[in-house]
């Protein structure tokens, strides 16, 4: 594989999480947390407070969904710049 060849190709990566699934389960999830409280605690709220509560719980989801994401992102930047560097280091070695 020559060099231009090797940048016009497209790389796919596959993910282990796919946030389309977890943005459209965050709501589930935050009604989920208020109804297993609601239940072990013999408990019922208002709508208001279920709703308020509800949307609390999520946007501390999407806070730890987008720290996540930034990791993520973080990681692979990472290991694209070691591959960058280990091939600039056996381009060195094979030609010098």
């Known amino acids: 594989m020559n060099e231009s060849s090797r940048n016009t190709s497209p790389v796919k990566i596959k993910f282990a999480v796919d946030y ?3 943005a ?3 709501p589930v999830l935050a009604a989920l947390a208020v109804k297993k409280y609601q ?3 013999g408990v019922s709220f208002s709508e208001e ?4 509560a509800e949307s609390r719980i999520s946007s501390e989801l999407w806070k730890i ?3 996540r994401q930034s990791r993520r992102m973080a990681i692979w930047q990472m ?5 960058e560097d280990a091939y600039q280091r056996f381009r060195k070695r094979s030609t010098g």
């Open 20 to 22: 389309q699934i977890v």
């Open 24 to 26: 459209q389960n965050v």
């Open 39 to 41: 239940d072990r605690r």
């Open 49 to 52: 407070t279920r709703k308020l």
């Open 65 to 67: 969904i987008q720290e």
């Open 79 to 83: 290991i694209f710049d070691e591959a």
